[in-house]
């Protein structure tokens, strides 16, 4: 297990799916972890359901990605009590899928406030704390479509490689103040989102939902799907002291899925 003791934590897109076993992880690691997303309700039961191995004191925000004005005013009144967060998770809900010759000027606009603009105004918060600390770590929850485009996830596709190449940047420009920047790729793992994808791909073709998964099953080296706490598990080795050289890099998360090196 890797010590996150005396580090503060704030991970995105937390009040289920991904976000959440990222939480679980890097609270169980020792660190006092901050969740967020929009819905209330589901955020107060993770924050209860974190563990406590060090008596930490874990607490959420409500934040709506789309809303920058929002989201600045509410990070910077938490930056006021907590000085330094040393561990970032960026991550929110994915866009709707769809192709993307058709998706509108505005969607494509949309995803890439909540994405890239949104994640760039976090770091760009967090940074003076994360410099005072000479540690952070940043990691971006992307998608194994930043190295094969998702047919049919347009929006996706087009967004994750722009926060891919902000990443690489920023990996290049923040290492010196001891914060590594990296991004873990999702491949297909059991969380709500996957259930909208294969929802939405079986009333495209007309077949069960079932049919879609055992499809994508079989196509994975590892024949079967990611479980969150496996995705978990490698953003919190990110996360930790012992990564510290580890800068700039895409780690799939995806039982064998991309083919490309
Ligand atoms: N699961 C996969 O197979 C897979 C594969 C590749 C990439 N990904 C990507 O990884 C990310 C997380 O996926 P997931 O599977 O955990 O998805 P999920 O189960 O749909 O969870 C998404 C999380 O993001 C939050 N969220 C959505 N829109 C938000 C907004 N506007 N502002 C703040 N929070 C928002 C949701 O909470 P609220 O609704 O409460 O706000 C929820 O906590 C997504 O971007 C997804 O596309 C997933």
Not at 3 to 20: M, R
Not at 53 to 71: F, G, K, M, R, W
Not at 219 to 238: D, H, M, Q, T
Request: aromatic share 6%; glycine share 8%.
């Amino acid at each position: 297990m890797y010590d996150l003791q005396n580090k503060i934590a704030l991970v995105g897109g937390a009040s289920q799916g991904l976000g959440a076993a990222c939480a679980i992880r890097l609270a169980a690691a020792g660190a006092t972890v901050i969740v967020y997303a929009r819905t209330e309700e589901k955020l107060k039961q993770v924050v209860n359901n974190l563990p406590t191995p060090l008596a930490q004191e874990h607490s959420y925000l409500i934040i709506d990605t789309h809303n920058l004005v929002e989201t600045n005013k509410t990070i910077t009144q938490f930056l006021k009590k907590t000085k330094t967060v040393h561990v970032l998770v960026n991550n929110t809900g994915g866009p709707a899928a769809g192709p993307l010759y058709t998706t509108s000027v505005a969607d494509l606009k949309l995803a890439f406030e909540s994405h890239v603009l949104h994640a760039h105004q976090i770091v760009q918060l967090l940074l003076p704390g994360m410099r005072a600390a000479n540690f952070g770590r940043i990691v971006n929850i992307l998608s194994v479509s930043i190295k094969e485009p998702i047919d049919d996830l347009g929006i996706s596709n087009t967004i994750r490689a722009g926060m891919a190449n902000w990443a690489k940047t920023l990996s290049r420009e923040l290492g010196q103040w001891g914060i590594t920047v990296n991004n873990v790729l999702p491949g297909f793992t059991k969380t709500e989102r996957l259930n909208y994808l294969f929802s939405t791909r079986a009333e495209k073709a007309g077949v069960s939902i079932e049919a879609i998964s055992k499809n994508i099953e079989n196509s994975i080296p590892i024949k079967r799907l990611g479980e969150p706490e496996e995705l978990a598990a490698a953003v919190c080795f990110l996360c930790s002291p012992e990564a510290g050289f580890i800068n700039g890099i895409n780690l799939p998360v995806d039982g064998g899925q991309l083919r490309s090196l």
